[in-house]
């Protein structure tokens, strides 16, 4: 039997590999807010200590086009009852003027999560009235490593994707490299708190409301763990 002219075996191909559609392009990363109301699986918490109930008051709700919205009052932490070591976290935010949030990664479940795991920062430049340091801004890793550059955008949504692996933490905002820590580097003795190094490389997620007027506003948020 002849063998197949060798375009006509690549035509082939390409037709396979056509009709089997596009593949993921969230490359395995669940969705976290998949269903309308009071996310499932997560828990809200004071904002100054996870080992606290926030108020009973106090609601994140998730809206008919898949946004997530910050508590009523302000003043607390939504954490994920799971905990992740190696992942990476996508998400797009919206915060009003004057508006403060923020991204927790491997905080344990008491304690603030700036200090005893780790926050990166979400803030309008105007809460501070002006006065923030670079280590309180928008993609620091609060009080500790100030970005690379500012490249938030007041009041629009922008995009945060987060890789944690290992000692290293790796931050790009809206297409800017921002952050590349190695934790094992970070051995200074912090205003509060311990040094990063010796932060957890395991705990919770969550999301900050503690914006004076309005709410955080999160969408498309994915998590891919990395150490399955």
């Known amino acids: 039997m002849p063998k197949p002219h060798l375009a006509a075996v690549i035509l082939a191909f390409a037709s396979l590999t056509l009709s089997a559609g596009p593949t993921d392009p969230s490359g395995g990363a669940a ?4 269903d309308k109301g009071a996310p499932k699986g997560w828990s809200v918490r004071a904002w100054d200590d996870l080992a606290k109930e926030a ?7 998730v809206d008919d086009n898949g946004v997530l919205h910050g508590s009523d009052p ?23 003027a004057h508006g403060n949030s923020g991204v927790a990664l491997r905080c344990p479940m008491h304690g ?7 926050e990166l920062q979400i803030v309008d430049p105007r809460y501070y009235d002006g006065k923030g340091d670079p280590d309180q801004l928008t993609g620091s890793l609060y009080k500790a490593v100030a970005p690379a550059k500012q490249a938030f955008r007041p009041e629009q949504w922008n995009h945060y994707q987060i890789t944690c ?16 820590v190695d934790l094992d580097d970070q051995k200074k003795q912090l205003e509060k708190g311990s040094p990063l190094k010796d932060r957890p490389r395991r705990g919770h997620i969550g999301f900050q409301e503690l914006s004076r007027d309005g709410h955080v ?3 498309n948020a994915t998590l891919q ?4």
């Open 55 to 61: 108020p009973a008051d106090a609601k994140w709700l």
């Open 165 to 180: 692996r290992g000692s290293r933490v790796k931050v790009i905002l809206n297409g800017d490299a921002i952050q590349d």
């Open 217 to 219: 506003q999160i969408r």
């Open 112 to 118: 603030d999560p700036a200090f005893d795991g780790m």
């Open 74 to 96: 302000r003043g607390t932490w939504l954490i994920s009852e799971k905990e992740y070591g190696d992942f990476v976290l996508e998400l797009d935010f919206k915060i009003p």
């Open 31 to 34: 969705r976290l807010f998949a």
């Open 225 to 228: 763990p990395l150490d399955k």
